[in-house]
């Protein structure tokens, strides 16, 4: 019962719970209990494979300094180890033997396991602070950790910054604080700070080895991105290079479709006797190129770039080269063009497809920009043949006067990039690369089509 006159409490309904007040002690004890949980998995298990340092070197000498610093503190710590624990603690020389062993020797395996290595040294150095207990209490010796077990010991923690993680390093450092502690309320007449010192020390060797593996953590990570970033690089280079090409040689797909299309509709005024299919037929050819000119028209609107203009110039070919070598020159770089008769007979006969004489253009424009930038002062020849089915360029500068930067590699329009698509957009082959004197040289072999045979069917006094 309520006393009278005690106000009641009512609950508004519509109001939320309030959330206000201390979290509940299953959540402390649940998170509690999650965390020394990873704590212990991190003791035991190791977050790396057992390679050592440098494994991935292509140095031979530094893939084999984990194992010649191991094996020399091994041979160091084992006999300084025997010699204080006889001479300094007066220990018995097989007891002696048997903890220099169980504390030194294990740092053999700091090179692939150092957590292993550890769980073995920790456990021999509790065991040699028990050991010591029982002997008697020597003047200018400190306890629970003798000397060489600190040195020692630090090693191991030094290996463990290096090679595990955060939570791992932690847990080793908790454990080595409390087993010094407990050694110090077992015996607080013997001990005189060597449990402390340890735990100082290892703090600081802990966390200059975590230190340095994040650090390298960090660069490998820079360097991966680095690497990503590159790739992404040349492959928008490369795309940007194709998309160039798809819209330069739109003109010249375009140039043979409208050619079809002119000569689909004037079919029936230029030859006489058409029927009514031929006609349909002629007409449905124009109405088809049409068709695909549009098509075409959509296409490059796509591919060209937001706020671009289509050029209105026609396109280059092989009857421009000589106003490039001329503009190189002019440029500060010496150069000759070779340019064989039988090329400017083939232009001319449209024996070069439009495609292989705008190819072979850019790829000389393209050398020719890159011996003005990285090369320059350096004697140029460029040389143009037909040879063997082929339209071969050859563009050879010598050692540059000035040093130049590499050439490069990637860049829309001025690279290898550019010409390799280019020639593979023809079937032909591309050889680039540098002179034994220093030069460089880019030779492009472009098929062209076999030559049409006469027609058969024409009468030897028809014109």
Do not use: K
Request: no cysteine; aromatic share 4%; net charge neutral.
């Amino acid at each position: 019962m309520t006393p009278p006159g005690t106000p009641r409490a009512y609950s508004d309904p519509t109001m939320p719970p309030s959330t206000a007040g201390p979290p509940p002690a299953d959540g402390l004890l649940s998170a509690a209990r999650r965390n020394l949980r990873e704590l212990a998995h991190g003791l035991s298990h190791a977050s790396h494979p057992p390679t050592p340092l440098f494994a991935d070197s292509p140095d031979r000498r530094l893939r084999l300094l984990p194992y010649a610093v191991v094996i020399a503190l091994a041979a160091v710590f084992i006999p300084v180890t025997i010699d204080v624990l006889t001479s300094d603690y007066e220990a018995p020389g097989g007891v002696a033997g048997a903890l220099a062993v169980g504390q030194a020797a294990p740092l053999l395996m700091l090179a692939h396991r150092p957590l292993q290595a550890w769980w073995i040294v920790f456990t021999a150095d509790v065991v040699g602070a028990l050991a010591l207990l029982a002997l008697p209490e020597q003047q200018g010796t400190i306890w629970p950790w003798t000397p060489p077990a600190i040195v020692g010991y630090l090693f191991v923690l030094l290996a463990l910054g290096l090679r595990e993680s955060r939570r791992t390093v932690t847990g080793v450092w908790l454990m080595t604080g409390a087993a010094g502690l407990l050694l110090h309320l077992l015996a607080p007449v013997r001990s005189d700070g060597g449990a402390l010192l340890l735990a100082v020390l290892g703090a600081v060797v802990l966390v200059s080895g975590a230190a340095v593996r994040e650090r390298s953590d960090a660069q490998r990570r820079l360097v991966e991105q680095e690497t990503v970033n590159e790739a992404e690089r040349a492959r928008r280079t490369l795309l940007e290079e194709r998309t160039r090409i798809a819209r330069e040689l739109h003109d010249v797909v375009a140039h043979h479709m409208s050619v079809i299309t002119v000569q689909a509709d004037s079919a029936p005024y230029r030859i006489g006797g058409l029927g009514e299919e031929a006609r349909a037929e002629f007409a449905s050819i124009a109405a088809g190129a049409r068709e695909s000119l549009a098509e075409m028209r959509r296409l490059l609107s796509v591919l060209r770039s937001d706020g671009s203009r289509g050029e209105l110039a026609p396109q280059p070919g092989l009857d421009r080269v000589q106003q490039l070598v001329e503009a190189t020159v002019r440029a500060g770089v010496p150069a000759e063009l070779s340019l064989a008769a039988d090329v400017a007979d083939a232009v001319e006969r449209g024996g070069v497809p439009q495609a292989v004489d705008l190819s072979a253009y850019r790829i000389v424009q393209e050398a020719l920009a890159n011996v003005v930038r990285h090369a320059p002062g350096a004697r140029t020849r460029v040389s143009v043949t037909v040879r063997e089915g082929s339209l071969t360029v050859l563009v050879v500068n010598g050692r540059p006067q000035e040093p130049g930067s590499p050439l490069e590699a990637s860049g829309t329009g001025h690279g290898l990039v550019g010409m390799r698509e280019r020639v593979r957009l023809t079937g032909g082959t591309l050889d680039a690369g540098s002179l034994p004197d220093g030069g460089f040289r880019v030779a492009a072999r472009l098929p062209l089509p076999p030559p049409e045979p006469p027609s058969a069917s024409l009468h030897p006094e028809d014109p």
